[in-house]
C-alpha cells in the first residue's frame, strides 16, 4: 500500500510539473527559458503544490472526513475504471467487441459503479450474496470501494458481450495475438500462484 501510495504521488507531481512548466510558464511567461530554468521551476510548483494539498486536507475543506485522501481518490475514480477497463481488455483479446459494445460498457460501468457506492445498501441492504455493506463515520452503511468496482466490472463485461454478440457481425480490426506473446516461464507461473494465494489470504482475513 505505501509503494502504491509513493508511486501515485510520483506520478501526480511529475504531471503537474510537466502540465505547468510546459504548457503555461514556458507557453506564456518565459518563452526563452533554459532546461535548466524550467527544472527548477518544475520543483518550485512541486513544493506549492504539495502545500496546497496539505492546507486542503488540514481542516478538511474538501469534504473527505476520515478515510482519507487516497481512499477519496480511488473511491471516486473507480466510477470510470471498470468501464474502461473492460472495454481495454474486450477490444484487445476478443475480436468480436464492437464500437457499440464499447460505448455502451463506457455508459454502463459509470451507472453501475454509482449504483453499487450510493444506492444499493438503500435497495438491497446491508448483507447480499453479492457484497457486505459496513459502517461510515456519517452513521449509515456503504460498500467497500474495491467491491463496487469489481462488480461494476463484471456487469461491464456481460452487458459488452451481449451487445456484441446481439449486433451485426463487422470485419475483426484488432492486433494480431500471437501465443509467443503471453508464454510464460515454469518460474514466473510458479511466482503468480505465490503472490495469488498471499493476496487471497490477506482479503479473507481481512473480509
Known amino acids: 500500500l505505501t509503494a502504491a501510495i509513493v ?3 510520483a506520478g501526480k507531481s511529475n504531471s ?29 510548483v512541486i513544493v506549492i503544490a504539495m502545500i496546497l494539498a496539505i492546507a486542503f486536507t488540514w481542516n478538511d475543506l474538501l469534504g473527505i472526513g476520515g478515510s482519507g485522501g487516497y481512499t477519496f481518490i480511488q473511491k471516486y475514480t473507480g466510477y470510470i475504471s471498470p468501464g474502461v477497463f473492460s472495454c481495454f481488455i474486450l477490444g484487445m483479446f476478443w475480436k ?6 464499447a460505448l455502451a460498457g463506457i ?5 453501475m459503479s454509482i449504483f453499487f457506492g450510493q444506492f444499493a445498501v438503500k435497495v438491497l441492504g446491508t ?21 463496487c468496482m469489481g462488480w461494476s466490472f463484471v456487469t461491464t463485461i456481460i452487458v459488452m458481450v451481449v451487445i456484441s454478440l446481439a ?12 501465443p509467443d506473446m503471453f508464454r510464460i516461464r515454469p518460474s514466473s507461473i510458479a511466482l503468480i500462484a505465490a503472490i495469488l494465494l498471499m493476496l487471497s489470504a490477506l482479503y479473507i482475513r481481512f473480509w
Open 167 to 178: 449486433g451485426p457481425k463487422i470485419n475483426a480490426k484488432a492486433i494480431s495475438l500471437y
Open 107 to 111: 455508459i454502463t460501468g459509470f451507472v
Open 7 to 9: 508511486a501515485s504521488l
Open 16 to 44: 503537474i510539473s510537466t502540465i505547468f512548466t510546459l504548457d503555461i510558464y514556458k507557453k506564456y511567461f518565459n518563452k526563452d527559458a533554459s532546461e535548466t530554468k524550467m527544472v527548477w521551476m518544475g520543483r518550485f
Open 96 to 101: 468480436r467487441t464492437t464500437g457499440a459494445a
Open 127 to 147: 448483507e447480499t450474496l453479492l457484497y457486505t455493506a459496513f459502517p461510515n463515520g456519517a452513521g449509515g452503511y456503504e460498500i467497500p470501494f474495491l467491491v
